[in-house]
């Protein structure tokens, strides 16, 4: 198995639960400046150590990002990496002589 396959994989297992996916949902809305932690918790209604567990599986692939500024902590979507396991996804679309898939 190669790397990319591998990487990929983790990356999709990250967004099969619907918190994380959620969490991702939201920090992709909130632009390249992120969400705070406290923001994310009200949005998803969900405990503080769930929401932090969460978060750190999504960090740990590598499709969101967190960066502190005083006491507050803002998590961003990695924008290169979702669009990395996007194009994952469709490069070897149609390659099978169908028409119309893409």
Same mark, same amino acid.
């Given at each position: ?12 297992? *990250? ?7 959620? &969490?991702?949902?939201? =920090? ?7 969400? /705070? *932690? ?12 769930? @929401?932090?567990?969460? &978060?750190?599986?999504?960090?740990? #692939?590598?499709?969101?990002? *967190?960066?502190?500024?005083? #006491? %507050? &902590?803002? %998590?961003? /979507? =990695? ?6 396991? #996007?194009? %994952? @996804?469709?490069?070897? $679309? $149609? ?5 119309? $898939?893409?």
């Amino acid at each position: 198995m190669t790397r990319k396959l591998e990487l990929h994989a983790e990356q999709l297992g *990250a967004l099969g639960h619907p918190v994380r996916l959620g &969490i991702l949902r939201h =920090v992709v809305q909130a632009g390249e400046e992120g969400a /705070a *932690a406290g923001e994310i918790q009200n949005k998803l209604d969900v405990p503080a150590s769930t @929401l932090s567990h969460h &978060i750190d599986r999504l960090v740990r #692939t590598g499709l969101v990002e *967190a960066r502190r500024e005083g #006491t %507050y &902590i803002f %998590y961003s /979507a =990695v924008f290169p990496a979702l669009r990395a396991l #996007t194009d %994952y @996804l469709w490069e070897d $679309c $149609c390659k099978s002589g169908k028409n119309g $898939c893409c």
